[in-house]
């Protein structure tokens, strides 16, 4: 006797219907009869009253069969249930995935930190577009995804963990590098060279649309790396995350200057499913991860 059986016939009780209970079980009509004709067998009594239309009412005996194998189809649920969360708890594994700019820019001494105090916890990490990232937690092909300007998306979870400062950024040539900050009315008129996410920037939104034509890019790549190539060859600005610029700067290749403004930041959020129960391994990434940057707010 199979569970698949037993699960058959409540719901031949329960619905009072041979086509309808085959529909919900994905079988034919056929085999729900079956089913039960085997059952009848097996337990040498009549289960069901044969009606007009084929299905009548549970027998005294059919209707105690089902009390019992309803009780055993919700025990056998419930130890799937508890089997599957226990083996999820215990998985060491997480399937990271981030966004270019945080995985290269900022990511890599996080985990070179973590992956010491952890050993036991491994993580396979995978790099891609912000709009992608999102989609593939929501299909649960990544456990968590690591991104800049997160969407408030049905079904996902946005747990913020840092505000990147934004910077002016230029070749060091240029008029503005020199500066010891800019304000976003400084640089009406140049010629921006665009990371398509900025565009998500709340500190862009300040501006009023009769002057939003000042500020429009003629270039727009999808990825810093991109931007900053032209920034080095002159003649064009952008406004970048900190961190994103770090070692050019360092290095001479480019300017970077603050804002006036406090609230230029790019907000970083980490993505997970809002039905995902978090595993140890994932609980004590986000809880280290949070703790080792200058995090500004939660959600």
């Known amino acids: 006797m199979q569970l698949a059986s037993l699960r058959a016939y409540c719901l031949l009780v329960e619905t009072g219907s041979f086509s309808e209970a085959a529909e919900r079980h994905g079988v034919t009509p056929s085999a729900i009869s079956q089913t039960l004709a085997h059952l009848e067998t097996l337990w040498a009594t009549p289960l069901i009253t044969r009606g007009q239309h084929g299905f009548g009412k549970a027998t005294r005996a059919g209707q105690i069969a089902y009390e019992a194998t309803r009780t055993i189809v919700r025990l056998a649920g419930e130890l799937h249930r508890d089997l599957r969360r226990m083996r999820e708890s215990a998985d060491p594994h997480i399937r990271l995935a981030a966004c270019h700019s945080i995985g290269l ?49 049905r079904g996902l979870v946005v747990d913020l963990f840092r505000h990147e400062q934004l910077r002016f950024v230029c070749h060091p040539q240029h008029l503005l590098a020199g500066r010891s900050s800019v304000a976003l009315a400084d640089l009406s008129g140049e010629n921006f060279v665009a990371w398509n996410e900025i565009k998500w920037s709340p500190f862009l939104s300040h501006i009023p649309d009769s002057k939003r034509h000042l500020y429009e890019p003629c270039y727009e790549f999808d990825q810093v790396e991109l931007v900053k190539g032209c920034l080095q060859l002159g003649g064009s600005v952008a406004i970048l995350p900190e961190s994103t610029v770090a070692a050019d700067v360092a290095s001479g290749m480019l300017a970077a200057v603050p804002f006036t403004d406090a609230g230029a930041t790019e907000p970083l959020g980490v993505l997970y499913r809002r039905a995902k129960k978090l595993t140890p391994a994932m609980a004590t990434f986000i809880q280290e991860l949070k703790q080792t940057s200058p995090a500004n707010s939660n959600s």
């Not at 900022?106 to 050993?119: A, I, K, T, Y």
């Not at 790099?127 to 999102?134: L, N």
Request: proline share 6%; net charge negative; charged share 20%.
């Open 105 to 153: 820019h900022q990511l890599p001494h996080f985990l070179d930190g973590f992956n010491g105090r952890h050993p036991e916890i491994q993580i396979n990490l995978r790099y891609g577009f912000i709009d992608r990232i999102h989609h593939d937690v929501q299909e649960n092909t990544a456990d968590l995804g690591l991104v800049c300007y997160p969407r408030r998306l």
